[in-house]
């Protein structure tokens, strides 16, 4: 495996999980990546979901990277920021597809909770003018073929309050303000909310999804998962949505690898990664491509 750490800016990176290039089995084929994308409210990056799911995706047979993108407050408005720099990893994934023996059609995003809205982000907005302007490419280039969102975040339904310091202040030392965190500033206009609700960008461009989330989840209702699925129908995105009964927020793969409490464990919910390794099926397993071990 090629494992390195390659810059993106001064605070973002990115880590690769690159399979090795046997002699004796799937010599010289190209294969799917996935950018996985960590949550952690946009205030910090969850270990938990990061190195497990890149490595999880390589025991099928693909390359991985993990995306960490700049939180702890480093920035304002840190979801755009993150979305700039989600973009430039996906354009320099593309620039080295030949190098990484990557399937530059078979790019993938993953991302859970707030990362699961970074990659939601992405996934709808990577044709956008501006977004290519910034990174001085073509739209092609930025695109994302399919996308995977565990839990994920995808609309706002009220203004934080000003004194509010959001998820995770404690990793802080002099936190922003929640709205400064999501917006850039104390009052978002209702033009800024906008922004956030990923729901207003969906469109036939948006790429075929698969998403899970859980009926108990407490901090990321499930209602972003189901209004999602509504909106990707109402433009005719395919979709495949999960909605488990038991399980709390923030479950990752549900077993040992990724566990910080008992709660962690589920024996229902875990099977969300072979579900969605079915569903990939039908995107990548393409005659005369490459096919899965």
């Not at 995003?109 to 992405?122: D, E, Q, V, W």
């Not at 490419?137 to 996308?147: D, F, G, H, I, R």
């Not at 203004?159 to 850039?184: H, M, Q, W, Y």
């Not at 005719?236 to 549900?254: N, T």
Request: glycine residues 6%; aromatic residues 12%; hydrophobic residues 40%.
């Amino acid at each position: 495996m090629i494992n390195e750490r390659i810059k993106i800016n001064d605070t973002a990176y990115m880590d690769t999980y690159l399979l090795h290039n046997s002699k004796e089995y799937n010599v010289g084929k190209k294969r799917p990546l996935v950018i996985v994308c960590p949550g952690g409210g946009y205030a910090f990056t969850s270990d938990r979901e990061a190195e497990p799911i890149a490595l999880k995706f390589n025991s099928i047979g693909m390359h991985a990277v993990v995306l960490w993108y700049t939180v702890y407050d480093q920035v304002k408005n840190v979801p755009k920021n993150a979305l700039v720099e989600a973009a430039a990893c996906v354009k320099y994934v593309r620039e080295h597809s030949e190098e990484w023996l990557v399937d530059h059609d078979q790019i993938i995003i993953c991302g859970f909770s707030a990362g699961g809205h970074l990659a939601l982000s992405l996934a709808v907005k990577w044709s956008q003018s501006w977004l290519c302007e910034a990174l001085h490419t073509t739209s092609e280039q930025l695109k994302v073929n399919l996308c995977i969102l565990g839990y994920p975040a995808t609309m706002v339904e009220k203004v934080f309050n000003e004194d509010d310091f959001g998820f995770a202040s404690s990793l802080i030392k002099e936190p922003n303000t929640a709205n400064e965190r999501f917006f850039g500033v104390k009052r978002p206009t209702e033009k800024e909310l906008d922004e956030y609700n990923l729901l207003n960008f969906v469109s036939e461009d948006t790429p075929p999804m698969f998403v899970w989330h859980t009926y108990e989840d407490v901090l990321v209702d499930v209602n972003n998962s189901l209004m999602l699925g509504m909106k990707l129908r109402e433009h005719h995105v395919p979709f495949e949505l999960h909605i488990f009964e038991k399980g709390e927020h923030g479950l990752a793969l549900c077993d040992r690898t990724t566990a910080r409490k008992a709660s962690h464990h589920n024996d229902h919910v875990i099977h969300w990664f072979d579900l969605c390794e079915e569903w990939m099926r039908a995107y990548i397993d393409k005659d005369g491509g490459w096919k899965w071990m």
